[in-house]
């Protein structure tokens, strides 16, 4: 396992990697791309929820093979010196706990004023690259898992933002997924804000807002086009730019659904479906979503209709939407247990009525 690639694929089939090396071995993956002026733009999620590796990461299958593996940040930080005590999976059930600080390996503890290097490439970042390969340049960083990234009609950059869950040595709990738009150089927030809003600011039900890692921010991170629904796993990202299919200029993105209970407790279903922004005004409306008091998967209600909406693109001439959807997935306990055989690609037109 060598980390994430962005390859080149050329007409007559020989393949060309760009960059490699990327730090994709955690929780979330890299994300993208999109071309733009002769460059190649896509997100590296981060490594763990909250910036401290623990025991959910041994239960996402990665602490085990690659015990010394954390979130890299990408440029110099100095750390407020928070330890988390946890069990020890890497041990037996009887080890002892060990404490671990962010932004190091687990069983490290970090101390206040510790500086912690930042490097490229680095987590919870937009990076992007010449598209005949070259050096990595930072785009925007701050950002737990940047999924779907887009240009809007006028070529600005946009990107959707997989937001905290209620796990690990650090929960996070009721921070939205989110819709940016990219400024080049900015810091988003993570690991201390959601939304644009400091995590110590908000109120948890019956617990403790998480206190800040980092003991200097690099900025007040900027204000979100839209926020979405919490635990929406708000992924895919397009936009329309045809009067064809309408509503060009605005944005769509495909919710691929909770992941409860694993991710934290939900009281209805969220997400599995596909909504429209309106970027200008800031407003969300369900747009391709399954019929139900409570919305949900199609397998969940008993009938037809989308399951988990990963991604989404248009036609060339704009006309069509075509809608990725994962399929049949349901959840054993902290456990995805996906169907083979159901996933589906489902075409969408704009009509006339008779």
């Known amino acids: 396992m060598q980390g994430g690639k962005i390859l080149r694929v050329s007409r007559d089939g020989s393949i060309t990697t760009l960059v490699e090396g990327l730090p994709s071995l955690g929780d979330h ?42 979130d890299t940040p990408c440029e110099d ?43 490229l490439p680095c987590n919870g ?16 960083w701050g950002l737990r898992n940047p999924y779907g990234l887009a240009l809007s009609p006028d070529g600005e950059l946009y990107v959707t ?8 040595s650090r929960p996070v709990w009721g921070v939205g997924d ?30 403790e807002d998480p206190r800040p890692l980092l003991e200097r921010h690099p900025q007040k991170p900027p204000r979100p086009v839209v926020n979405l629904g919490v635990h929406s796993s708000s992924n895919g990202l397009a936009f329309s730019s045809s009067a064809a299919f309408g509503f060009a200029g605005d944005a769509f993105i495909a919710q691929f659904g909770d992941m409860a209970p694993a991710i934290g407790k939900v009281w209805h279903p969220v997400g599995y479906k596909v909504v ?31 399951e988990r909406p990963i991604s989404v693109s248009f036609s060339p001439d704009g006309s069509s939407m075509y809608i990725v959807d ?14 083979q055989g159901s996933g589906v690609i489902w075409e969408v037109r704009k009509t006339t009525t008779p």
Request: no cysteine; hydrophobic share 35%.
């Open 125 to 140: 970042s937009i990076m992007r690259l010449p598209l005949q390969g070259g050096e990595l340049e930072l785009v925007a």
């Open 29 to 70: 993956h890299t994300n993208g791309p999109v071309i733009r002026e002769g460059y190649v733009y896509f997100g590296q999620g981060t490594a763990t929820n909250a910036a401290v590796v623990g025991p959910d990461n041994a239960d996402y299958g990665w602490l085990r093979r690659k015990p010394d593996f954390h």
């Open 326 to 339: 994962f399929g049949i997935m349901h959840m054993d306990g902290k456990n995805p247990k996906p169907l």
């Open 161 to 168: 933002e997989n937001s905290y869950d209620v796990r690990g």
């Open 77 to 119: 930080i100095v750390l407020m010196g928070q330890n988390f005590t946890s069990p020890n999976p890497l041990l037996s059930s009887a080890a002892e706990p060990v404490r671990t600080g962010a932004f190091v390996p687990f069983g490290q503890a970090t101390s206040k004023g510790q500086v912690i290097k930042g490097a």
């Open 276 to 306: 429209r922004v309106n970027t200008q005004t800031g407003t969300v409306e369900d747009f391709v979503a399954n019929k139900g008091k409570r919305g949900g998967p199609a397998s969940w209600q008993k009938s037809g209709g989308l």
């Open 178 to 207: 989110v819709l940016w738009k990219i400024q080049e150089g900015s810091w988003y927030g993570w690991p201390d804000f959601g939304g644009g809003v400091p995590l110590s600011k908000r109120e948890v039900p019956g617990g």
